[in-house]
């Protein structure tokens, strides 16, 4: 009996100093890895521009807009957006619940907000001015063979088109060298670039991966060995620029006319 | 022989602890333990490199802890307490990561988590630091955490090399040379590469040749 409750004071004793060291790091530590996830999903949005410089500051050169399910616009970041607005933006968008919490614009996922059923999401825009043009980034996600993958794709307004100039995809544990070769392939994301989403007829057709390419302006060629990836950024494609496509209409008028 | 234990806090047993785990005792390719992520994480250099960093650390610190607590821990649950110990460590470990080598963290993922299950950590505790002294423990961790990751680093040269043509992520062999094997990214590729090893440093080491 003795015994026991020596090992139990032990366990306790341990238990509590080991808490105790780990939310105390956790405080430390914590705000700086959210600062390393913000920085790593603005620069992997900057790296879907064809014209990366390590040194653009997004915050300066991009403004997010909002979309509601049906495309409408329902918020849009311009330079003098006060921080009040987003703050009432954000808590309305927490108010869905769920367990989201959303701080800053740049804060809205595709991931978190896959939570909620399909006409309650939010889809972000990303609109990146540079010498008074205007690229459109969009957000999109699927599922590629082992888990999910997501991309940004920047398009431009050329020649009453909507025509790609750079995609980045990432993965969360697609096969390294086959599979993961979507995020680590130049090649692969370089076909990309100057594709359409229109059809010559007007109708959205977007880009399709496929294995014997044939249509150069909508279909890229495949990852040979990994299908189901492949197919799954085709998927991807197809599904996640149609969310954008009432946005992209409305914009596509203005974009003609829009000098600075 | 009194001259031995007067070397002072680093002599030639201390050297030995340190060194042994590197070639004549090496964890990986002696005792075959900590295989499972050899063979995941040494596609590339650089997270191999870090790979081998986190377990130095873990390995090095919980068996210093383990051995400073030795005479304490209660011997029923010493496991528990040891599990414990690491669990501790491979979380400080991770928030570190997280917050000064994000790229690594992310590369990483789900292997740092795995350090906990690593058997070269718990053989380290159970077989040296439970019945040692705590500086010693300590160089014993730090030497079993090199010779695991000499092992990682050596496959991720040559499977970066000869998978994707690269070392720490830049090109070194151009594609016009060398014409990239997919299969040396692939898991499997390094099962058959760390037999090759094996294989080599039992016909070199003369200590390994099997006498029986």
């Not at chain 1, 978190?112 to 001015?129: A, M, Q």
């Not at chain 2, 022989?1 to 090496?26: C, Q, S, V, W, Y």
């Not at chain 2, 060398?178 to 094996?198: D, E, H, K, Q, R």
Request: proline share 3%; aromatic share 8%.
């Amino acid at each position: 009996m003795q015994n026991n409750i020596k090992i139990y004071l032990y366990v306790l004793v341990m238990t509590s100093i080991s808490a105790a060291v780990l939310s105390f790091l956790y405080n430390v530590l914590d705000p700086l890895q959210a600062k390393n996830k913000e920085d790593a999903k603005k620069r992997s949005i900057l790296n879907s521009l064809p014209d990366v410089k390590a040194d653009i500051d997004f915050d300066k050169t991009v403004k997010i807009t909002l979309l509601d399910a049906t495309g409408k616009v329902i918020f849009t970041q311009k330079e003098d957006t006060k921080t009040e607005d987003i703050d009432k933006q954000m808590a309305e968008l927490n108010k869905r619940g769920q367990g989201v919490k959303y701080a800053k614009l740049i804060d809205v996922d595709l991931a978190l907000e896959e939570k909620f059923p399909l006409d309650k999401r939010i889809y972000p825009v990303y609109s990146y001015v540079s010498a008074g043009k205007t690229t459109q980034i969009v957000s999109i996600r699927g599922s590629g063979l082992w888990d999910k993958i997501w991309g940004f794709i920047s398009m431009d307004y050329k020649d009453g088109k909507w025509t790609i100039s750079g995609v980045n995809f990432e993965h969360k544990a697609e096969t390294p060298g086959l599979g993961a070769e979507i995020k680590d392939s130049k090649d692969f994301k370089d076909q990309f670039k100057g594709k359409q989403i229109y059809d010559d007829a007007g109708k959205y057709v977007s880009v399709a991966v496929v294995k014997v390419p044939k249509n150069k302006n909508w279909e890229v060629k495949s990852i040979s060995g990994s299908t189901v990836t492949s197919v799954g950024v085709s998927e991807m494609m197809i599904r996640g620029i149609s969310y954008y496509l009432p946005y992209l209409d409305a914009v596509s008028g203005k974009a003609l006319t829009e000098k600075k | 022989m009194a001259t031995e234990t007067k070397d002072g806090i680093f002599g030639k047993k201390e050297r030995g602890l340190l060194l042994d785990p590197i070639n004549d005792n090496n964890p990986v390719t002696v005792q075959i333990l900590g295989v499972c992520s050899a063979l995941a994480v040494t596609s590339q250099v650089y997270p191999a490199l870090i790979m081998a960093l986190g377990v130095t650390l873990v390995t090095a610190f919980s068996n210093l802890v383990t051995s400073a607590l030795r005479k304490t821990i209660p011997a029923s649950i010493r496991m528990i307490i040891q599990l414990l110990i690491v669990a501790v460590l491979v979380q400080v470990v991770e928030m570190l990561l997280g917050a000064f080598a994000y790229s690594a963290y992310e590369m990483l993922s789900v292997f740092i988590g795995l350090i906990i299950t690593n058997c070269i950590v718990m053989g380290r505790l159970e077989a040296y630091a439970m019945a040692n002294k705590p500086w010693q423990s300590f160089l014993d961790g730090i030497g079993n955490g090199l010779g695991y990751g000499f092992i990682l680093v050596v496959m991720a040269v040559i499977r970066e090399l000869t998978g994707k043509g690269s070392f720490m992520g830049w090109r070194v062999l151009p594609a016009e040379v060398y014409t990239v094997n997919n299969l040396m990214v692939l898991p499997c590729a390094s099962l058959f590469l760390i037999g090759i090893l094996i294989w080599i440093q039992r016909s070199a080491n003369r200590k390994l040749i099997d006498v029986s």
